[in-house]
C-alpha cells in the first residue's frame, strides 16, 4: 500500500523536521519511488511513497501536477475506465 503525508508551514524558509521524519517512516510503503512536492511559495509540501502494482510505467508517479493548471495531487487508490 502506498503512503502519503503532508505539510502546511507556518515559516516556508523553516520547513519542520517532522517532514523529514515522515519521509523517512512512509518510504518502507511504497519502495518503488518516493517523490516531494513544494508549492511554488513554499508553505505546502506533498511527499508520496509508491508501490507499483497495477501501472508500472513513470507516468503513474506521485504527486502529480496537471501542467495548465498547477492542481497537485496525491492520492492511494486506483483510477477505474483508464
Known sequence: ????????HVDPLRPPADLQR???WIARRGPDSLKRWTSPDRTIDIIHARLAIVDQGGLAHQPMTDPDTGTTVAFNGE???Y
Not at 1 to 8: E, P, S
Open 1 to 8: 500500500m502506498c503512503g502519503f503525508a503532508g505539510a502546511l
Open 22 to 24: 515522515a519521509a523517512r
Open 79 to 81: 483510477v477505474y475506465n
